[in-house]
């Protein structure tokens, strides 16, 4: 058997802390934080406590020497000896730049040197830091909820109220429910210097230039994608796989057949008929003798909005993953019984195999006559119509413009697709239920925001890529939170940064085209990946699943809105709910128009319930 050294730095999901300054009141600070059973504590060279929370033995890789300490704690697989001699040589926490951008998998990164803190998370966003200001002392921690346990902070009802926006533009997303807690923006560090008090932050991450040929590109991406799957599967035993029959799933699930681990394949066909995934990941089995493919029966399967009156998981923030955690979690004990120890996902492989047609924004500019030709098969392939195409593509309008002027038509039709697509974003609505004080709270901060507001990139496809895979990561950190509490941790690594850069770096015009699918996934697996397997274009959506879900649990819509903590807080009107829950079958729900209203109650359900339980 391994030891647990062998499996060092190679966890998933489970891990949570906080990282206290090298002060005198740091100590007392912390007893303010919850306690776990399992608490375990990591000191700084001064020997005081410099890492308290509750992780397994195979997340986290600590070095400490005389002046500096270094931890990676996530899935890492770097060799201690090899962090002892980083540490050994730092002499500036502005070093640990270059180290955060070398080391593959998902991890947070904490640093003590002389007295002075650095902690920081992923550039996906998978990982996040918090600070809060704690009996006077800076702590730091990588959930919210941990820092709003500590002062008694409450939700903030403007926090909440901008959640009910579908969708959430940047950068209003990205901050904190709790009043008194600040988040760091991913891609950034946060220091804490040795008086407790003294905060900042530093840009350790910028993304690359998208300029590399896909043919160059794509063996880079391969690579990454291989090493970020070997993180999590070196160490032998038994991990299972998602094998929707999607080029995402099947393309990890490849990677992980040629590691030392025996992979089990999980399949859960669709109740729609038309559904292929099955017939798509039969062919893929059938080329992985070795693997165990596990069919499980579509009936079932949880539907949509399962179970949402008994969540009762940790969440720091609303997540709309809650109409979909029964369907996320419902199969791992099945896993667990086979043996699993792992799961692996394809999430995230749309977002890097594909990318944002608004990238032809700038294109149309550079490359006229090859963006148009480019345009004209998208208008044919998402049925787009030539107006709105050309009003969005006319619309040079700066991003902090651009969200001030969404905040005035919250209550506007929803826009054409196109616009969201060769945009900015989607811009912005809220929904009739959403009462007018709710609506002033969000359009004073969509205001104060967009005064000063920045793009993720200046290019709007770059943006819009960033942003969605923030987007996405912020709801798989929370699922990956529930498995590991269900008892098998999940990964998902296409999330991982060096995938994401990787991806990133090859030219928009090769990796997002109406003539191919995914183009760079299929040249990146195409050697390790069966032709045949590579020949899908399309992917199932599970929208039977989602109406089912409506009708099915039209009962359990009812009782989310009665007493509903929301409306106590003045920001929906129960009643339209209620009369939406009674009429399954109304226009517009089969477009998630009530995910991010179910995402907020839930949540504030779920706090309220594990409160009661002490929790």
Same mark, same amino acid.
């Given at each position: 058997?391994?030891?647990?050294?062998?499996y060092?730095?190679t966890?998933?999901?489970g891990?949570?802390?906080a990282?206290?300054?090298?002060?005198?009141?740091a100590?007392? !600070?912390?007893r303010?934080?919850p306690?776990?059973?399992d608490?375990r504590t990591v000191?700084?060279?001064s020997?005081?406590p410099?890492?308290?929370?509750?992780w397994?033995?195979?997340?986290?890789?600590?070095?400490?020497?005389?002046?500096?300490?270094?931890?990676?704690?996530?899935?890492?697989?770097?060799d201690?000896d090899?962090l002892?001699?980083?540490a050994?040589r730092?002499?500036?926490l502005?070093?640990?730049?270059?180290?955060?951008?070398?080391?593959?998998?998902?991890f947070?990164?904490?640093a003590?040197?002389?007295?002075?803190?650095?902690?920081?998370?992923?550039?996906?966003?998978?990982?996040?830091?918090?600070?809060?200001?704690?009996?006077?002392v800076?702590?730091?921690?990588t959930?919210a909820?941990?820092?709003?346990?500590?002062?008694? !902070?409450?939700?903030?009802?403007?926090?909440?109220?901008?959640?009910?926006?579908?969708?959430?533009?940047?950068?209003?997303?990205?901050?904190?429910?709790?009043?008194?807690?600040?988040?760091?923006?991913p891609?950034?560090a946060?220091?804490?210097a040795?008086?407790g008090?003294t905060?900042?932050?530093?840009?350790?991450w910028?993304?690359?230039?998208?300029?590399?040929?896909?043919?160059?590109?794509?063996?880079?991406? =391969?690579q990454?994608?291989?090493?970020?799957?070997d993180?999590r599967?070196?160490?032998?035993?038994?991990v299972?796989?998602d094998?929707?029959?999607?080029?995402?799933?099947?393309?990890?699930?490849?990677?992980a057949?040629?590691s030392?681990?025996?992979?089990?394949?999980?399949?859960?066909?669709?109740r729609?008929p038309?559904?292929?995934d099955l017939?798509?990941?039969k062919?893929?089995?059938?080329?992985l003798?070795?693997?165990?493919?596990?069919v499980?029966? @579509?009936d079932?399967?949880?539907?949509?909005?399962?179970?949402?009156?008994?969540?009762?998981?940790?969440?720091? %923030?609303?997540?709309?993953?809650?109409?979909?955690?029964?369907?996320?979690l419902?199969?791992?004990?099945?896993?667990k019984?086979?043996?699993?120890r792992?799961?692996?996902?394809?999430?995230?492989?749309?977002?890097?195999?594909?990318?944002?047609?608004?990238?032809?924004?700038?294109?149309?500019?550079r490359?006229?006559?090859?963006a148009?030709?480019?345009?004209r098969?998208?208008k044919v392939?998402?049925d787009?119509?030539?107006?709105?195409?050309?009003?969005?593509?006319?619309?040079s309008?700066?991003y902090?413009?651009?969200?001030?002027?969404?905040a005035?038509?919250?209550?506007?039709?929803?826009p054409?697709?196109?616009?969201?697509?060769?945009?900015?974003?989607?811009?912005?609505?809220?929904?009739?239920?959403?009462?007018?004080?709710?609506?002033?709270?969000?359009?004073?901060?969509?205001?104060?925001?967009?005064?000063?507001?920045?793009?993720?990139?200046p290019?709007?496809g770059?943006?819009t890529?960033? %942003?969605?895979?923030?987007?996405?990561?912020?709801?798989?950190?929370?699922?990956?939170?529930?498995?590991?509490? @269900?008892?098998?941790p999940?990964?998902?690594?296409?999330f991982?940064?060096?995938?994401?850069e990787?991806?990133?770096?090859v030219?928009?015009?090769?990796?997002?085209?109406p003539?191919?699918?995914?183009?760079?996934?299929?040249?990146?697996?195409?050697?390790?990946?069966?032709?045949?397997?590579?020949?899908?274009?399309?992917?199932a959506?599970a929208?039977?699943?989602?109406?089912n879900?409506?009708r099915e649990?039209?009962?359990?819509?009812l009782?989310?809105w009665d007493d509903?903590?929301?409306?106590?807080?003045?920001l929906?009107?129960?009643?339209?709910? =209620?009369?939406l829950?009674? =009429?399954?079958?109304?226009?517009?729900?089969?477009d998630a128009?009530?995910?991010?209203?179910?995402?907020?109650?839930?949540w504030?359900?779920?706090?309220?319930r594990?409160?009661?339980?002490?929790?």
């Amino acid at each position: 058997m391994p030891s647990s050294h062998d499996y060092a730095g190679t966890g998933c999901g489970g891990a949570y802390f906080a990282v206290l300054p090298d002060c005198g009141g740091a100590s007392a !600070a912390a007893r303010r934080l919850p306690r776990h059973p399992d608490v375990r504590t990591v000191d700084h060279p001064s020997g005081r406590p410099w890492i308290t929370g509750s992780w397994t033995d195979d997340e986290c890789v600590t070095a400490t020497t005389r002046r500096a300490a270094l931890a990676v704690v996530g899935c890492c697989p770097v060799d201690p000896d090899v962090l002892r001699r980083h540490a050994e040589r730092l002499d500036d926490l502005a070093g640990l730049d270059t180290l955060a951008r070398a080391l593959p998998g998902s991890f947070h990164l904490v640093a003590s040197l002389d007295g002075r803190v650095r902690i920081q998370g992923t550039a996906s966003g998978l990982r996040l830091v918090f600070h809060a200001n704690v009996a006077g002392v800076t702590l730091a921690a990588t959930a919210a909820d941990l820092l709003a346990s500590a002062t008694g !902070a409450d939700p903030d009802p403007r926090e909440l109220a901008i959640r009910l926006l579908w969708p959430v533009p940047h950068p209003l997303h990205e901050t904190s429910l709790w009043q008194g807690v600040t988040a760091v923006p991913p891609g950034e560090a946060l220091h804490l210097a040795s008086d407790g008090r003294t905060v900042r932050t530093s840009r350790w991450w910028t993304p690359p230039e998208p300029v590399q040929p896909l043919a160059v590109g794509a063996p880079l991406v =391969r690579q990454a994608l291989a090493e970020a799957v070997d993180a999590r599967t070196r160490q032998g035993g038994v991990v299972s796989c998602d094998l929707s029959g999607g080029l995402d799933s099947t393309s990890v699930c490849f990677l992980a057949d040629r590691s030392p681990a025996r992979v089990l394949a999980s399949t859960w066909p669709g109740r729609d008929p038309a559904d292929d995934d099955l017939e798509w990941a039969k062919r893929a089995a059938d080329h992985l003798p070795d693997v165990e493919h596990v069919v499980w029966d @579509a009936d079932d399967s949880p539907l949509v909005y399962t179970d949402l009156l008994d969540i009762d998981d940790p969440m720091d %923030e609303p997540t709309i993953g809650v109409m979909d955690r029964a369907r996320v979690l419902h199969h791992l004990p099945g896993l667990k019984e086979r043996g699993s120890r792992l799961h692996l996902t394809g999430i995230g492989g749309d977002h890097i195999a594909w990318c944002s047609e608004a990238y032809y924004h700038q294109l149309l500019r550079r490359r006229p006559l090859f963006a148009l030709r480019q345009l004209r098969g998208f208008k044919v392939l998402f049925d787009w119509p030539l107006p709105g195409m050309a009003r969005t593509l006319a619309d040079s309008r700066p991003y902090g413009r651009w969200l001030a002027d969404a905040a005035a038509h919250l209550r506007d039709p929803f826009p054409l697709t196109v616009t969201g697509a060769l945009g900015w974003s989607a811009p912005p609505r809220l929904f009739d239920w959403v009462t007018p004080e709710a609506e002033g709270l969000v359009r004073e901060a969509m205001t104060e925001t967009a005064a000063t507001a920045r793009p993720l990139h200046p290019d709007r496809g770059l943006h819009t890529d960033l %942003e969605a895979i923030r987007d996405c990561t912020r709801v798989v950190r929370l699922w990956d939170g529930m498995a590991a509490r @269900a008892g098998v941790p999940m990964a998902s690594p296409f999330f991982d940064d060096r995938v994401i850069e990787a991806s990133l770096a090859v030219r928009p015009r090769e990796r997002v085209t109406p003539w191919a699918y995914k183009p760079l996934l299929t040249t990146a697996m195409r050697g390790i990946v069966p032709d045949e397997c590579l020949l899908r274009a399309n992917k199932a959506h599970a929208s039977m699943d989602a109406s089912n879900g409506l009708r099915e649990h039209r009962g359990d819509l009812l009782a989310l809105w009665d007493d509903s903590h929301l409306a106590r807080m003045g920001l929906v009107d129960a009643e339209v709910l =209620r009369a939406l829950a009674r =009429r399954p079958a109304t226009p517009g729900l089969q477009d998630a128009i009530l995910y991010s209203t179910i995402a907020c109650e839930v949540w504030l359900r779920s706090l309220t319930r594990r409160k009661g339980h002490g929790t």
